[in-house]
């Protein structure tokens, strides 16, 4: 299947899709990003939220994202871990454009969904402690977990959004691969196009 370009390059200002972004997020690719996409799924770091807030601020709006928790304990995996979670959110909270909605995390790849379910719980129970905190002025209610694979698991564990492209479209054709792994790091002031939008 050919690749599709999702961002429309015309200057009417139209947006008719509301694009979500999934995958990992390089500081570097932000601004096609901050441009086009609606909730962005995979804050990992400060860095990351401060290189949003100044896009943002940049274009006068306000970017929603989810911080991407790492509760299945793999190395290869993004996303912060959970005791880092909350101070994270309490930094991104003193940022004017940028709004934390809520959590997004992936489970470990395992022979049969349901041996999943333990990240997935340990993330709602996350969710819960800081839904009561009331990030984002009682907005932060987003939980996106489970891909096609085992996003039935997760939906019982309380996942409100789920990404199943594989199972809609096909694994060749899915933007991301089931298995995040580790990227080289970032290049600095480096223009690339953006993938996975």
């Known amino acids: 299947m050919p690749k599709v370009d999702l961002i429309p390059t015309g200057s009417d200002g139209q947006r ?3 694009w979500h972004m999934i995958g990992h997020l ?3 690719k932000a601004r096609k990003v901050v441009e086009w996409t609606r909730l962005i799924h995979s804050v990992d770091s400060l860095r990351l939220a401060e290189e949003l807030q100044a896009l943002a601020l940049k274009r006068d709006q306000v970017i929603e994202v989810l911080i991407q928790v790492n509760c299945s304990g793999e190395a290869q995996k993004f996303g912060v871990p959970v005791p880092a979670a909350i101070p994270l959110a309490e930094q991104i ?3 004017i454009n ?3 909605r809520g959590l997004m995390t ?4 395992t022979e049969t969904p349901d041996e999943a379910r333990a990240a997935f719980s340990r993330c709602k129970d996350l969710y819960d402690e800081m839904k009561k905190i009331g990030f984002s002025e009682g907005k932060f209610n987003l939980l996106s977990m489970g891909m096609s694979n085992d996003f039935e ?3 019982e ?3 409100n959004i789920v990404r199943v492209g594989s199972a809609i479209f096909g694994k060749a054709a899915a933007a991301m691969p089931e298995v995040e792994e580790k990227e080289a790091p970032e290049v600095e002031d480096a223009e690339a196009p953006v993938e996975g939008v």
Do not use: F, L, S
């Open 16 to 18: 008719p899709v509301r």
């Open 26 to 28: 390089q500081r570097n």
């Open 93 to 95: 909270e003193t940022m």
């Open 98 to 100: 940028v709004k934390v």
């Open 106 to 109: 992936m489970a470990a790849e």
């Open 153 to 155: 698991v997760a939906i």
């Open 157 to 159: 564990e309380g996942a």
